[in-house]
């Protein structure tokens, strides 16, 4: 497929959606901030429910203003879909835009479970990389949908603790149970990581051995470590258990949340996981690029995935794409890891930005000439 088969993918689906939606479903999806924000580096985040009841202790989603009463979230997965197709920055297709869920709610709760559903079915109609993070059990039906919906999807199930996990999810699934989740679902060829994240200075890194050697012995192949972001809340409640980060926090603040010092709880783990023969990925676009058997070298942490999957690109594939986005381009360079346009005229930059990010898997450099 050449990369501008993508705008006219896009194209079609538009057209496709404004026939199916109603009036009314259309004007609720551009109206909703899906149709218009930029996608995050883990690709375009999609909210399945609105707050989360679990609780746990390090969540930032308190300190942005999300409830702990769940609602799902308001767009049907046809209005979703809408949403992002015409969301500028959005290249639907099996290469285009990674779509992340879970990033602001638990979506395996009853009460979001069945929205969730709906958005990975209309997502693996379109088969962009797709990947969920839980810390839920999933039952034996709901695994059985998925298979049949996304085949390809990502699954990240978050450990980060075994002895005293209840000290820092006092509300979410015993972690073995979460296991048993995870080797349904490997039983189901579903791709699935570790999610150890966020590391918790004191449960994590003690827990680590364990954790990592159970998901081993469950099917598991890949982790992804990510270390801890803590608001003034955040602090205080993690103190209240016994977590002390004084020495690890350069900053605080009441709505911000600011990365604690972990690298070398993140090295640790790194080697631990490492000497197990599992894959380690830095952050989790890497393993949604695996698990949709793809490559992608458009950051220091890659290559991710398989790099004999990185896209084959041209001067002129990218030529025509830029063109068919409404830029006038004068010089184009593709190298390894690196796609660089010099554009004369057009505007949104940025937009231009993610599609040859996202389509060509590289790091894009565009010079305004
Ligand atoms: S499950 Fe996720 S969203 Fe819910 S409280 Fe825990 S960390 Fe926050
Ligand atoms: S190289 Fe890996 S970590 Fe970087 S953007 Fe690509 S998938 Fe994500």
Redesign the pocket.
Known sequence: MKLVDYVYLKRRLIQELEDKLSEESKKKAREDHHSRRPPRPCGMTVHTGIG?????V?????DMG?PRTVTPYPLTGLEMLYALAINPYFAPGRGGTMIAM?????PFLPETRDRTLEYIRVFGMIKNPTQI????NIDDETIEKISRYCPHISFLV?IIALRDFRKL?P??PDPYERFESCRKLINKNIHVSLFMRPIIPGFTDRDAEEILSIAKDVGIRTVVLGTLRVTRRIFKNLLKVGVDLSRRVRKLSDKEQYPIVGHDLKRNIAKLAERLGLRVYEAACGANIEAAGLGCVACDWGPCGYPDKIPHVDERDISELCSELGFKISKTMVRDRIVEVHVTSGSRLDVLEKWLKELTRRRVVIRKV
């Open positions: 989360c009841s679990l609780c746990c390090y969540c930032y989603i308190y999300f879970g990033a602001v709610s638990e993070s839980t810390k839920m978050t999810e509300l979410a």
